[in-house]
Structures are given as C-alpha cells and as structure tokens.
C-alpha cells in the first residue's frame, strides 16, 4: 500500500525566506508525486509532478521539487516566500497500478510580514 | 480552469434525510472522484468512476452510494445522512489515471445538524 507523510501540519516563514515543506512516501512500485495547492474555499489546483525522467520538477509559482528515491522524499521549495504563497499544500502518490491518489494530510503554509 | 461544476455549493439538511451532491464536467475525462476533506484527515476518497456505470469503492465509503449514468456526471448520495458526514466535499476528475493530475471542483460544504 501506499502512503504520504507531510511533516509539520502548520509552517510559519517570513516573506522573502525559504519555503520547504517536507513530503515522504511510501511505495513498493516506482512511485508518482504531485504537489497541490488549496487557497481558501477553492479546490486543490495542481502545483507540480513527478512521473519519469528529471528528479527536479519545476512547477507554478516558483515552487519546485525534488524526487529522491534514497530518501524516498519528495520536498517542496520556494526560494523566496511571497504573502499570496499562504495557502495549504498537499502532496499526494500515486503509481501505474493504481486508478488512486493518495494525498497526504496537508501543511498550512503562514507567511510572515 | 477544467470545466468542473459542483451543486450545490452549500447545503444543510437533517440527519436522516437523503442528500445528493453533483458533480458536472464538461471536458470529457474517464475518471471522477468523490473526496471528502475534514481538518486533519486531509482529502479521503469516498467513490471513484473509472467509466459509464463503473464505480469502485474508496477507503470511506460506508454511507455513501455513487452513479454514473454519462460520462458528464457523477452523483453522490447519502441515502439517510449522519452528524458525521458533515464536511466538505470534493468533485475531482482526470482524463486517465494515476500518472495524470486530478483537477478539482470548488466543494460543497454539507452540514447535517
């Protein structure tokens, strides 16, 4: 079975620091990962993925992420944090076995003036 | 934006009475789900469609029922609603599964008192 671990359900940052919102999965096949992102009463919208091929995604909004199989990890990055960037993010896995998407419990995002 | 259109968009009703919530798409896709978001618990799966009268069940389906009668629409029914199944819920669609990002409706928040 497949699982997503977010640590740290709310990160606080200050605007124009580093965002990194941490992700680890679980899969016993190569594994599919998407970023989404929530802004209030709205529904998720894709932020970035991983299928095959480059392990650093770029994705909107200046995000990227990096699939790292030893570490079966797949953060996500900003290197300079904006107030429009507070939102909650999920990451999510998926595989090609697999009709689902298991998303992880989400990280509330604060930006601090 | 994928053409994804929830109703309603908001609902209150009784315990143990039947609700339906619908999910209309207008681009075509194979796949729709049905997610339920809760505070700490993130996005659950409830049903999901993988084609006209195909359903399958998700990890919290008890209480829910789902039909699939055209490729456009994906209802969700609580045939005798509980306190319990007061959230938000999600419409989510994808043109094939797995490797493919989901694309979301906007949610209904259903409050049964």
């Known amino acids: 079975a497949q699982s997503v671990t977010q640590l740290g359900s709310h990160v606080s940052v200050s605007e124009g620091a580093l965002v990194l919102l941490r992700c680890n999965y679980s899969s016993s096949v190569p594994p599919y990962l998407f970023w989404y992102v929530q802004y209030p009463n709205q529904g998720l919208q894709l932020l970035l993925k991983y299928t095959t091929g480059a392990t650093l995604v770029k994705g909107i909004n200046g995000f990227e992420a990096e699939f790292k199989k030893s570490e079966t990890s797949f953060h996500l990055t900003k290197p300079s944090a904006h107030m429009s960037d507070a939102a909650e993010y999920f990451c999510a896995v998926s595989s090609n076995r697999d009709d689902k998407i298991i998303f992880g419990k989400g990280t509330r995002l604060h930006i601090l003036p | 934006d994928a053409g994804i259109t929830q109703s309603p968009r908001h609902k209150v009703t009784e315990t143990g009475t039947p609700v339906t919530l619908r999910c209309h798409q207008t681009?075509?896709?194979?796949?729709m789900y049905w997610y339920r978001q809760d505070p700490g618990h993130g996005l659950r799966l409830i049903h999901y469609?993988?084609?006209?009268?195909?359903?399958d069940k998700g990890e919290v389906s008890d209480g829910y029922s789902v039909s699939r009668s055209k490729t456009e629409d994906f209802l969700l029914t609580l045939e005798s609603a509980t306190s319990s199944q007061t959230s938000v819920y999600f419409c989510?669609?994808?043109?094939?599964?797995?490797?493919?990002?989901?694309?979301f409706g906007d949610g209904t928040r259903l409050s049964i008192l």
């Open positions: 989510a669609i994808s043109e094939q599964s797995s490797n493919q990002p989901q694309h």
């Open positions: 681009e075509n896709h194979r796949y």
């Open positions: 469609s993988y084609g006209v009268k195909d359903t």
